[in-house]
């Protein structure tokens, strides 16, 4: 049989596909996702949010959030041992962030992170899908209890983020998950703005009518408060909240 010469194109080829590493090799490919339906209830791979009653009247920048799977339906840690699916607490949405799926770490096996922490991660819980890793975290909070202040829906949210690695990132927490739908998510309409806010207007107003500049100084306590505690057992006591 006369030897044949290779092609040059050929020869690069099949040098790449050798050396290519098995995260390069294997690519995640991902199902298309249906349009955003704020009318249904359908927000695919979105993180939602929407006011607290009482607690969002006196800080509205506190609030009820969930991680919705690729069909669109939310789940939110809305009480102890219990994981609410496709029927969001507290309300329909009032603010909702498109997250992506590219930013996350799926990693085919113990050495196809794509993400930097390898082990930790493979310890933490590892996904091969986005709706794998949401079922992990709903088992895991089934068996936990809720508590506003230690153990509450960001603490979900955050599970689920540290499990999906996303944006190679495994520090997700009450903290930055609502910083994250505070400062980068959209309102799904003018209405949603209004029930968000008014409450707290309202709340405002007759306090200030009522008590006097005492009750200002007090709702701003509050808030201060309540943020101080978030922080401190975040970042600078973290066996207060542990979840």
Same mark, same amino acid.
């Given at each position: 049989?006369?030897?044949?010469r290779?092609?040059?194109?050929?020869?690069?080829?099949?040098?790449?596909?050798?050396h290519?590493?098995?995260?390069?090799?294997?690519?995640?490919?991902?199902?298309?996702l249906?349009e955003?339906?704020p009318?249904?209830?359908?927000?695919p791979?979105?993180?939602?949010?929407?006011p607290?009653?009482?607690?969002?009247?006196?800080?509205?920048f506190?609030g009820?959030v969930g991680?919705c799977?690729e069909?669109?339906?939310?789940?939110?840690?809305?009480g102890?041992n219990?994981v609410?699916v496709?029927?969001?607490?507290?309300g329909?949405?009032?603010r909702y =962030?498109q997250l992506?799926r590219?930013?996350?770490?799926?990693?085919?096996t &113990? !050495?196809g992170?794509?993400?930097?922490? @390898?082990?930790?991660?493979?310890?933490?819980?590892?996904?091969?899908?986005?709706d794998?890793?949401?079922?992990?975290?709903m088992?895991?909070?089934e068996?936990?209890?809720?508590?506003?202040f230690?153990?509450?829906?960001?603490?979900?949210?955050a599970?689920c983020?540290n499990? =999906?690695?996303?944006?190679g990132?495994?520090?997700?927490?009450?903290?930055n &998950? !609502?910083?994250l739908i505070?400062?980068k @998510?959209?309102?799904?309409?003018?209405?949603?703005?209004?029930?968000?806010?008014?409450?707290?207007v309202?709340?405002?107003?007759?306090?200030?009518v009522?008590?006097?500049?005492?009750?200002l100084?007090?709702?701003?306590s509050?808030?201060?408060?309540?943020?101080?505690?978030? =922080?401190?057992?975040?970042?600078c006591?973290k066996?207060?909240?542990?979840?």
């Amino acid at each position: 049989m006369p030897f044949r010469r290779l092609p040059q194109m050929e020869l690069t080829v099949a040098y790449d596909a050798e050396h290519a590493s098995p995260t390069q090799r294997i690519q995640h490919e991902f199902w298309p996702l249906d349009e955003i339906d704020p009318k249904n209830a359908k927000f695919p791979c979105c993180l939602v949010w929407t006011p607290l009653p009482v607690v969002s009247w006196l800080a509205p920048f506190i609030g009820h959030v969930g991680i919705c799977r690729e069909d669109g339906a939310i789940l939110d840690f809305a009480g102890s041992n219990f994981v609410n699916v496709d029927d969001f607490s507290y309300g329909a949405v009032a603010r909702y =962030l498109q997250l992506d799926r590219e930013q996350c770490c799926f990693p085919p096996t &113990v !050495a196809g992170h794509t993400c930097k922490f @390898g082990y930790r991660h493979t310890e933490y819980g590892t996904s091969h899908t986005w709706d794998d890793a949401l079922r992990s975290s709903m088992r895991y909070f089934e068996n936990k209890s809720y508590n506003l202040f230690t153990c509450n829906c960001h603490s979900f949210v955050a599970n689920c983020f540290n499990r =999906l690695c996303y944006g190679g990132s495994m520090s997700w927490n009450m903290i930055n &998950v !609502a910083a994250l739908i505070l400062f980068k @998510g959209h309102w799904v309409d003018s209405m949603s703005i209004l029930r968000s806010f008014l409450p707290f207007v309202v709340v405002l107003c007759l306090g200030i009518v009522m008590v006097g500049w005492p009750f200002l100084i007090g709702l701003f306590s509050f808030s201060l408060l309540l943020l101080g505690w978030f =922080l401190i057992g975040t970042y600078c006591a973290k066996n207060l909240i542990e979840c």
